[in-house]
């Protein structure tokens, strides 16, 4: 590595779902990763096994910690404690443990680890894989700069890092943005289902649905420092059809059920730190 190129990290990562695979994706596309050895028992996406940077293994023995930057933790919360007893066995205390768990608060893996560990939460979502992700952090003050600009660069390549200080907001974070994704791809469903019952075929209707979404969506990243109020404002001409459709949606019936939404994913993830 010349003096000017970019720092890359050897990591391990614990886990290979949707979420893991995602972040894994998005940091070899970033041209972030040094090495990453990643332990799933099952086996994982083609694209992954044969990337030269990335080496699947089933055992935690057989994962190399010595130089290791991170251990991302990527498992399930409910199988989080095994993980855990097994994991303190090898890991350095100079390793970043960063969780993407819900749920699962710094003090537990503080607890089930090392006291003496540096741990960062984090709640990624799965837009992360193509860099388009919402990504909310959290770890102690004693911190060591280094793994905060560690975690900064892992999480700004794959989209937008932001730190809060305050650990309890993480389950907010949790029930909007990291859930988040599931309610759009749900209202772009609804909204493909209403076309179809008004007349549509179902392929035109999933097909003017989906690029709805994706059009808007891609508007509000262009116009990011203009509120979605405004957005939805110019899209409204003053007793048109829009005009007709949005008197129904602001009848408070939907803000009603999207603050129920997001208080019941706040409440499991509450309920996952137990």
């Not at 205390?93 to 749920?103: C, D, M, P, R, V």
């Not at 209403?194 to 392929?203: D, H, M, P, Q, R």
Request: charged fraction near 20%; hydrophobic fraction near 45%; charge should be negative.
């Amino acid at each position: 590595m010349t003096q000017n190129s970019p720092r890359k990290y050897n990591i391990a990562v614990i886990g290979c779902g949707k979420m893991g695979s995602a972040l894994i994706h998005g940091w070899v596309n970033a041209d972030l990763i040094n090495r990453a050895e990643i332990l799933d028992p099952n086996e994982i996406d083609d694209s992954l096994t044969s990337h030269p940077d990335l080496f699947h293994v089933k055992l935690m023995e057989s994962i190399s910690f010595d130089d290791l930057d991170a251990v991302i933790l990527a498992v399930k919360p409910q199988i989080m404690e095994g993980v855990c007893a097994e994991l303190k066995k090898y890991v350095s205390l100079e390793t970043a443990i960063i969780s993407i768990a819900a749920g699962k608060k710094s003090t537990y893996f503080l607890e089930n680890i090392s006291l003496d560990s540096y741990v960062i939460r984090c709640m990624p979502n799965t837009p992360a894989a193509i860099g388009k992700g919402a990504n909310v952090l959290y770890a102690s003050n004693t911190l060591p700069a280094h793994h905060k600009d560690m975690a900064e660069r892992l999480f700004n390549a794959v989209g937008h890092a932001h730190w809060v200080e305050d650990e309890s907001l993480m389950d907010a974070v949790t029930a909007l943005s990291g859930s988040g994704p599931a309610y759009v791809f749900y209202m772009m469903e609804a909204m493909t289902q209403a076309g179809i019952n008004c007349g549509l075929s179902e392929e035109l209707a999933t097909a003017l649905a989906r690029q709805t979404v994706i059009g808007a969506s891609s508007l509000a990243e262009v116009e990011s420092d203009t509120p979605a109020s405004i957005l939805r404002q110019n899209v409204t001409s003053p007793n048109g059809t829009t005009q007709a459709a949005i008197d129904v949606l602001m009848n408070g019936e939907l803000q009603d059920v999207m603050t129920r939404t997001l208080k019941a994913a706040q409440a499991r993830s509450i309920e996952l730190s137990d």
